[in-house]
Nanobody, 128 residues
Framework: VQLQASGGGLVQAGGSLRLSCAASGRTFSNYALGWFRQAPGKEREFVSAISWNRGNTYYADSVKGRFTISRDIAKNTVYLQMNSLKPEDTAVYYC??????????????????????WGQGTQVTVSS
């Protein structure tokens, strides 16, 4: 499994960015695709996730209402639309993939330790 994240950059507070994660190497019909972020000196934290089959979405409270996750099955790509960005959103953003089942609870989507495959990360910097 290969995950290629892109779309990061420098933006002013209140601005928007769209991250992309191109996935390859297998079919993802029983997978969750997630976004995590890590700021310097901080632990990696959950941002958002989506189930590939059903499109169920999950968000951290800190981004709910500002970020939207989506997937394009034909392109094997997951997107993270980030609006109303804040300086505290500054971090390296990683996409990840985790095999799930129909009865997988929320933890399997939100806990980075459950994820098997990781992309290389893309830097998002929000200036005040």
């Amino acid at each position: 499994v290969q995950l290629q994240a892109s779309g990061g950059g420098l933006v002013q507070a209140g601005g928007s960015l769209r991250l992309s994660c191109a996935a390859s190497g297998r079919t993802f019909s029983n997978y969750a695709l997630g976004w995590f972020r890590q700021a310097p000196g901080k632990e990696r934290e959950f941002v958002s996730a989506i189930s590939w089959n059903r499109g169920n979405t999950y968000y951290a409270d800190s981004v709910k209402g500002r970020f939207t996750i989506s997937r394009d099955i034909a392109k094997n790509t997951v997107y993270l639309q980030m609006n109303s960005l804040k300086p505290e959103d500054t971090a390296v953003y990683y996409c990840a993939a985790n095999q799930i089942s129909a009865w997988s609870g929320r933890r399997y989507y939100t806990d980075y330790k459950e994820y098997e495959y990781w992309g290389q990360g893309t830097q998002v910097t929000v200036s005040s």
